[in-house]
C-alpha cells in the first residue's frame, strides 16, 4: 500500500498496484483504491496549475532549463531528462479567460503582426515581450519545442520566438495524413526525428538521455491517457454525469502533466467520481435536467466561457463530448519509439484526412447519442475549421444529427458575438426538439 499526496501535501489515496490484461488496463505504476479525504478532482485541478507555474518559476529562479513547447509535443523525451516545459497555448488560454488578451493582442498588432494570426500566438509573442500577466506569469525560455500535428502556423511563430530571444528551436515534423493510416516511411522520418530531438537534447544539457528512465515515463503517460479516455467516455451515460465544458479545464493537465504520476492518479479519480455519479442516477446539473446533448467542434471561446456556457446550460443543453478528448489519447507500446512517432501523427485531427474526420464525428455522434453538434468556426484555427461546413454536410446526411456554425474565436474577444451565438443555439435547440418529436411520434 503507498499514500499519495497532493501538490500541497495533502493526503488523497490508497494506492495499490494493479493488474489487468496487456493493452486494455494500465500493468504498471499504481492505481487507485479509494479515497480518503474530502479533495475533489476538480479542487486536485486548481493547486496543479497552481504548482504547475510556482515550480516552473522557481526551476528557473534556480537555473534548470525551460522550455517552452506546442501542446501535443512528445513530452516523454522532456520528462525523461527532467527538464521544466511550459506551454503557450495553456497560458494564452488562461489570459483569454481572464480577458485579458486585448492588452497583448494590441501590442502584437502595433509591432507589425496581422489581425489573421491565430491569437494564441499573438497573445504569446507579445508575453514573450511584456512578460507579464494578470494570469500567471510563465518564465521565459531557454529553447523551444515545436510539433507540426495541430497546425503550420506554429512553424513560424515558434522561428520568430527563437530569432526574437536568440534561443535553440528543435521541430518535430509530423506529416499530414492523406490516407486513412499513417504512411510506413512517414513513420520511419518521425522515428528518425525522435532521435535527433534525443541528440539534440543532449547537447543542451550536457547530460546522456536515460533510455530506461524513458520506458518508465512511457508506461505513465500510456496509464494518463487511459484514465482521461475513459473519465471523458463517461458522459456517454443517461444523463450525462459531466458538464461537458469541464473537459476544458481538465485538458489542461493533459497539456503539461501527462508523463506525471499525478496526472494519472487525478484521472482515475475524476473517472470513479463520474462512475459514482452514474450509479446514483445524477446528471451534470443538480438544478435542472439534461434535455438535449450536443458535441462541440473547435476550442472555446475563452473571453466567453461563462456565457457560452450558460446559454448552453438555460437551454438544457449539455455539451457530452468533442473532437478534443481522442487528441490526447498518445497511445503506444512502452519501448516502441515507432510506435510513439505514429501516435503523435495519427491522433491529432487536425493531421488527418476529411474522411477521418467525418468517420470520427460520426462515431462520436453515435457513442454518445447526440442530439446535435456545435461548431466553432474560429478566426485562429483555420486548419481546424476550413472543411467544417463540408464536415457538416457528410455528418447530416450519414446520421441525421442537426448543427450550426456559428462565428469566434478561441481568445481574440472582439471577433465573437453574443447575438449570433444565441440566434444560432435557439436554432439548433428548435431543430433538437423538432427530431425529438419525429422520433416520439415514430416510436407510437
Not at 459514482?276 to 435542472?288: A, L
Not at 435536467?289 to 467542434?297: N, S
Not at 446535435?372 to 457528410?394: A, P, T, W
Request: aromatic share 10%; proline share 4%.
Amino acid at each position: 500500500m503507498v499514500v499519495l499526496q497532493s501538490p500541497a501535501g495533502e493526503t488523497i489515496l490508497a494506492l495499490r498496484k494493479p493488474g489487468g490484461p496487456a493493452g486494455t488496463k494500465p500493468t504498471g505504476g499504481l492505481t487507485m483504491q479509494k479515497q480518503t479525504t474530502q479533495l475533489t478532482s476538480k479542487q486536485w485541478v486548481d493547486q496543479m496549475l497552481r504548482e504547475h507555474y510556482e515550480k516552473a518559476r522557481q526551476a528557473k529562479a534556480e537555473g534548470r532549463l525551460v522550455c517552452w513547447s506546442t501542446s501535443i509535443a512528445p513530452q516523454e523525451l522532456l520528462t525523461t531528462m527532467d527538464i521544466v516545459t511550459m506551454y503557450p497555448e495553456n497560458h494564452a488560454a488562461a489570459i483569454g479567460a481572464r480577458r485579458d488578451t486585448e492588452p497583448f493582442i494590441s501590442y502584437t498588432e502595433r509591432a507589425g503582426y496581422s489581425s489573421d494570426l491565430c491569437s494564441y500566438a499573438r497573445v504569446n509573442l507579445a508575453y514573450s515581450k511584456i512578460q507579464h500577466s494578470e494570469a500567471e506569469n510563465m518564465p521565459m525560455p531557454d529553447f523551444l519545442l515545436c510539433t507540426t500535428n495541430i497546425c503550420h502556423t506554429v512553424i513560424k511563430w515558434y522561428e520568430n520566438l527563437s530569432k526574437e530571444l536568440n534561443i535553440p528551436l528543435i521541430m518535430f515534423d509530423t506529416p499530414f495524413n492523406h490516407t486513412d493510416e499513417v504512411q510506413d516511411h512517414n513513420a520511419k522520418y518521425m522515428k528518425g526525428e525522435l532521435y535527433a530531438i534525443i541528440d539534440q537534447l543532449e547537447e543542451i544539457t550536457g547530460r546522456k538521455f536515460d533510455y530506461d528512465k524513458l520506458r518508465q515515463v512511457m508506461e505513465i503517460s500510456n496509464e494518463t491517457c487511459y484514465w482521461w479516455k475513459k473519465a471523458t467516455e463517461k458522459a456517454a451515460a443517461h444523463p450525462s454525469p459531466l458538464d461537458g465544458f469541464d473537459i476544458f479545464n481538465y485538458m489542461a493537465i493533459i497539456v503539461f502533466a501527462r508523463g506525471t504520476t499525478e496526472a494519472r492518479d487525478l484521472f482515475h479519480l475524476w473517472h470513479d467520481e463520474l462512475e459514482e455519479k452514474i450509479r446514483n442516477h445524477q446528471g451534470p446539473w443538480k438544478d435542472q435536467e439534461e434535455h438535449y446533448r450536443v458535441l462541440w467542434d473547435g476550442i472555446a471561446c475563452w473571453p466567453y466561457l461563462r456565457y457560452t456556457y450558460k446559454t448552453l446550460k438555460k437551454l438544457g443543453i449539455n455539451m457530452v463530448t468533442s473532437t478534443y478528448p481522442k487528441s490526447w489519447t498518445v497511445s503506444y507500446e512502452t519501448g516502441d519509439i515507432e510506435g510513439m512517432a505514429r501516435a503523435y501523427s495519427a491522433n491529432v485531427y487536425p493531421n488527418r484526412n476529411l474522411n477521418y474526420d467525418v468517420a470520427n464525428m460520426v462515431n462520436l455522434a453515435r457513442k454518445f447519442d447526440l442530439d446535435g453538434i456545435i461548431f466553432h468556426s474560429n478566426r485562429s484555427c483555420k486548419l481546424m475549421d476550413f472543411r467544417q461546413y463540408e464536415v457538416q454536410r457528410r455528418v447530416l446526411e450519414e446520421c441525421g444529427v442537426p448543427s450550426v456554425i456559428f462565428d469566434g474565436d478561441q481568445t481574440d474577444p472582439r471577433l465573437f458575438s453574443e447575438a449570433q451565438y444565441e440566434t444560432r443555439i435557439q436554432a439548433l435547440a428548435e431543430m433538437m426538439e423538432e427530431n425529438k418529436a419525429k422520433k416520439g411520434r415514430a416510436a407510437q
